[in-house]
Structure formats: C-alpha cells, structure tokens
C-alpha cells in the first residue's frame, strides 16, 4: 500500500520482478479490492499471488510510535510478521521509512552480535556498483557498529554484487592513519587486526565514492546520509543544467538529435531505480525498503536485492563471520570508574 | 612557492587579479630568483610587488607539526607573519592546507568569542552559489561551534555573495525538529532563540546543497568534509561518463559539434576554479586557501575572495555581530563533577 504510486506500481513492480525469476512467490498485505484489480492486468501474476486483506495502512506521515501501535494489524506490520514467522523470505516495502525501521526492528530484533541495525544502499560508481551504510539508521556510531557494519555490508557485497572478497573502506577526512576521530581510527585498528573475509583498505575520502574505490563504504548514518544525499543534489543540478544545455539554442536541440541515444544510456546508467532497495542490515529477517518515487522498474530491482539475500541465505553467513570473528560483538569489558 | 604548478602560477593569477582590481598591491615571499623571472612576463605587476626573499618552503608533504617549526622563516610562515603585523590586509596561499592551518592559528590566534576556527568555501548550485562550513578543521563539533559557525558563515555570504541577509541551515538528516545529533538540535534551539542578522531557516538535508536551498550549509567538518569531497567525486563522475557518451559513436561526435558551446558554457558554470578560495575564520587576521591545483584564474579568484573580505572588514563585522549576540561564546558555566 505504500509508494507514490500506490498498489497499482507494486503490482506492476511484482509481475515485472516475476518475469525476470519465474517461481518467486509474492504474499501482498492490504486492500483485497484494489490489490485484485491490480492483479486482473497480470494474468502471469495472479497465480503467484496470495492476497491478505487489511484495512490498516501505515500512512507517509505517521512517526514511528504511531506505526509501531500498527504493527498487528496494518498491512507494513503484517509483512514484517509473515517474515518473522517464516511464512516470507523477505519483505519489500515502499512505505514510510521510519515506520518501516522501528517496525522491523522492533518485531524481528537484532542479530546476536549485531548492537545496531544499520541502512545499507547501492551506488552507481565509475567502476559500476558500490554500497554504501549506514545511510541514517544510526545518527552516532561507535568503533564496534563500524566494525560490524563493515562485515554486514562486505556480506551484502558479496550476495548482490557477486564480489568474492570485496574491498571496504571507512570514510575519514584523509586516508592517514591519525586522520578523524576516536571512533573511525578505533574502527581501523580492529578491523586490521582480524583475519577478515573481505579486503579492508583503510580510509577512503568522500570522493572515491563517484570513483567507486572501494565495494563497500563503511559510514555513520549521519555522515552517510548527507553525503548521498548531497551527490543526488549534484546529480540531479548537473542533470538540469545539461537540459538547459540542450534546449539553449537551435543548434544545440539539433545536436541532441545526434546524441540522444548517447543521453539516454546516460541516464539508464544512473537511473535511481536500477539502484533501488535500501536494506535493512542487522536483523533477524530481511526487510527491504523501495525509495518512495520508485516505479515499477524500481519496485522490481528491490524484489531482485531482496532476492538475492534470500539465495545467498545472507543472515546465515553473517551469523557465520560474526562468530568467527568474534571481536564485533563488544566483548572487552566495561568498566565504570568515578 | 605552493601549488601543483609552482610560482609561474601564482604570478600569472596575481596579474589577472590586479588587472581585475587595479590598486591591489602584493607583498610576494620565496625565491626572489624565481618569483623575479616570472614577473618579468607581466610589465603592469611588477610595479604593484614587493618580493621578500626566503629560501625555505613548506613542503606538500610536510605535517603541520614540522611546518610549525619553519613558521618564523619559511615563504608561508612569513606571509602570515605579514598579517599579524599589518603590513598586509590578507594573505592568499595554494600550499600544504594543514601547515596553512596549523601556522594560521598558531601565529593569528583565536579572535574573542570563537572557540575554535573553521574552513569555509564556495559551491556552486542551481540558484547560484552558496558556503559550506566546516569543510574540514574541525572533526568533532559541538553546540557552540556550530551557532559560531553560523555566525561567521553568514558574515562571510555577505561579504563574498552580496546578500544583506544571508539564509543559513545545519545540515542535518531530516528537517524535523527531533532530527539528529544533541548537537545538531542544541544548536538549531539556540540559533532560533537569538535575534540574528541572518535568516535561520533551520535545518536542511544533503540534497539541499545542488539545490542551494540557502545561502550557508552549517555542518561540522567530518560531515563537511566528507559531503563537499563526494559531490566533487559525482560531478566528476558524471563529467567523464559525458565525455563517453560524446565519444561513443560517429553521430554523437558529430552531435557535440552542435552542443559544444552549450557544453562549454556548463563546463565554465561548474568549472572549480571560480569556486577557489577556502577561508580560515574565526582567527585575528585574514587567510585564504588557494586549491594545489588551481590555475591562474582559480588563484585569481582566491585573491578576490581575498580583497572582497578586506573591503568588507569582515572581522570586524564578526566581533560585531559575536559582541551583539553574546550567546556565541560558550557562557553558561562548565561544571566539573566526579
């Protein structure tokens, strides 16, 4: 029920998503009604579809305390149960994000060895494709939820982007070891000194991330979420300013008409839809977030993410590394002194 | 004696600088061979330079610590020395920014009210161009910081961009009240208490800056640092991935003959040189950054933004408005309790 776009978008995003992995099997949670005249335009579809009726709707406005008295019954927080009960792999969601965090938070819980669950997205990069965390789950983040971070997200790397060993790096004001703050030096030093699955390169400044230096961004969610949102501002600026470019004068509308095949691959390239599917990292359960404006081509790489963990069994082998790393979870004592 | 392209440079941009403001006179320290070999090209200079010749350079590589140690003698050392003393307005330097820094605050000292100096700059975005502060200089920030921040942020919007009453934000992840860190919120709740010269408008997220949603971004410089550092990354990004669509066929080549002026007018709208110029504020006394690799035309728009905060004695205007509003400096009692 939730989107822009509304039911008639996840539809279409499903069907499409089923086109592309024949045999997924979608449970949709919400108004029976309109979820089925959706489904009538997708003969392929509706066979792969159970529907479970519910009035409730989490609606875009709601802060998360008003969602979380939702959770039984509204169609977010029955998605978020079938997952905890087993009943779904995963749950894929275009609604309200706040809600959608401290829903699954609260009903899945946190991995043991997990502090903090964390926001984790992708990013187009000269290189290709790189992720990115915490994208704003977490305003402030100590050296462990950076550690642990960095292995959720080497894990996620590794499911989505097929990278066997991908490289991490954590974000710092230079690449020196003495650069930042206690947290991101601490962060550094742990993570060089365990025997890692993934490659750790140290620090990493904001402008690898256009270059795409490393698979994995390792971040606070503060940091995080300004510095992706600040690229979608500068994307999107450029992007206005090379309209303007081409509608300026007849010559340059002309000479659109020889580029504009060039253009639109452009634009493919970086479309936000192909990067769709911020995922909720750190839980026991997969819940993905599709952005808001989303289309169905959107929808449906958010279906292909969440996918994608399933078959990788991700939560499995991040249980996996955490337990033989150990050091994520805060194992050295805490000792309160006055 | 700083910058990737060496004296030649710094020369040639002050020739563009004087020609642009006829009257400017610069006090020029390094080797007087070098320096006087490069003014020999530039007639109408000459006479506005006074060469102070030093053997000894900062290097790029040096740490702030070793180039403390060259502060009394070295071509970077003496032009801040310079404005101590008086005997010049502002000093413009394209060398180490830490030795820069580091020197700045050890020989200009804190002015009265600010705690602690912050690394401004220019960025350009779709309403025009806007400042960005900390960009760097200070990794972690508190409350106080963050409204002195705003304070000197706004004084210099006016100075550089000519606005009588700068709009000014906190970046933050939301722009909700509740939204982020203590310091964040803290800082919004004491800036709206006070009667200001600028306009608060409270908090604004990453994208806000490509769209220039007001005059100064107020962030603290992990934040800054890292968001300025990713834009610059996706600009880039994007510039090469243009230039492959340009490339990528006969009829895109032949396409660029029609839009390269157009192309060419948003390459210069973008082009980082117009944006050179960081400034240190906070000190007692005035030092501009000039980018390493800025060409003549970037170090001669440092030196505007230079002579601009000169004839807008922005240190003054910033005691004033500190002076005025009291609450900048941190004055509630700090109580020790164990």
Redesign the interface.
Known sequence: MGGDLGPAMVVDGAALALSREPGTRFLMFGDEDRIGRELARHAALKDAVSIHHTDVVVRSDDRPSQALRRSRDSSMGLAIQAVRDQSADVAVSAGNTGALMAMSKFMLKTMPGIERPALIGLL???RGTSVMLDL?AN??CDEDNLVQFAIMGAAFASAILHVDRPSVGL???GVEELK??ESVRNAAEKLRAMELPFEFVGFV???????GTVDVFV?D???G??????????????A???G???R??V??K??????A???K??QA??DPNKYNGGVFMGLNGLVVKSHGSANAEGFASAVKVASDMVHDDLIHHIAQDLERLGAASNQSPHVAV?
Not at 205 to 211: K, M
Not at 225 to 238: C, D, M, T, Y
Not at 254 to 259: H, I, K
Request: charged content about 20%; cysteine-free; hydrophobic content about 45%.
């Open positions: 187009p990069t000269k704003g305003i402030e974000m710092n004001v930042g703050n400044e904001g402008d690898g991330v256009g270059e971040t969610g503060f940091t979420n300004v510095a992706l949102k600040a690229s979608e501002g500068i994307a999107r600026f450029i206005s300013l090379l303007e470019a081409f300026s004068s010559l340059s002309l000479g659109y008409l020889f580029v095949r060039a253009m691959a452009l390239r970086l006055s």
